[in-house]
């Protein structure tokens, strides 16, 4: 059965950091993204960043300089280190693995970054 747990959300003032951490088990074959998204209350759920194909990773523009994903083979973990937080960054944080049978999602972790 596969899982994605997220963690290391929580509450931070703007100009702070945190990581996220994406743990995954499971057999899950040809992944195609690995991705952190987000959902701010009222809003749709929008990509933040993603490693593609396994190498190649993006960024959305308005996380684009503070924010970067990264993998740990080893550790079976993606992880999203964010930086210069800003209150526009407060949301649901999810971890998301597209492959070409199905999408995997977390449960998601809350990020709150007061001003």
């Not at 994605?4 to 996220?20: D, F, I, K, M, P």
């Not at 933040?48 to 684009?64: F, L, M, P, Q, R």
Request: net charge positive; with cysteine; hydrophobic share 35%.
């Amino acid at each position: 059965q596969v899982q994605l747990v997220e963690s290391g959300g929580g509450l931070v003032q703007a100009g702070g950091s945190l990581r996220l951490s994406c743990a995954f088990s499971g057999s899950i074959f040809g992944i195609h993204t690995m991705g952190w998204y987000r959902q701010a209350p009222g809003k749709q759920r929008e990509w933040v960043a993603g490693i593609i194909g396994g190498e190649s990773t993006n960024y959305a523009d308005s996380v684009k300089g503070r924010f970067t994903i990264s993998r740990d083979n080893a550790k079976n973990t993606v992880y999203l280190q964010m930086n210069s937080l800003k209150p526009d960054d407060t949301a649901v944080y999810y971890c998301g693995f597209t492959t070409a049978l199905r999408d995997y999602w977390g449960q998601g972790t809350q990020v709150t970054v007061s001003s």
